[in-house]
């Protein structure tokens, strides 16, 4: 799955399910950096609001880019 699920287009599993394969820890935090990206928080407590519907992809996204 290249693109994520739009929210009126999918349920909440399947939002994390997209979290989950696009950014999979790989318990080695040294060698992959997303826990750095996310700022110590998990990729799926960094996108609870996407899970959950109440932002889009993009717009939390946003929040990590800065």
């Given at each position: 799955?290249l693109?994520?699920?739009?929210?009126?287009?999918?349920?909440?599993?399947?939002?994390?399910a997209?979290?989950?394969?696009?950014?999979?820890?790989?318990?080695?935090c040294?060698?992959?950096?997303?826990c750095?990206?996310?700022?110590?928080a998990?990729?799926?407590?960094?996108?609870?609001?996407?899970i959950?519907?109440?932002r889009?992809y993009?717009e939390?996204?946003?929040?990590?880019k800065r």
């Open positions: 799955m693109k994520a699920p739009e929210i009126a287009d999918s349920t909440a599993e399947e939002r994390r997209f979290i989950k394969a696009k950014f999979p820890c790989i318990a080695d040294d060698m992959c950096g997303l750095k990206v996310f700022r110590g998990t990729a799926e407590r960094a996108y609870d609001d996407y959950t519907g109440k889009s993009m939390v996204s946003a929040d990590y």
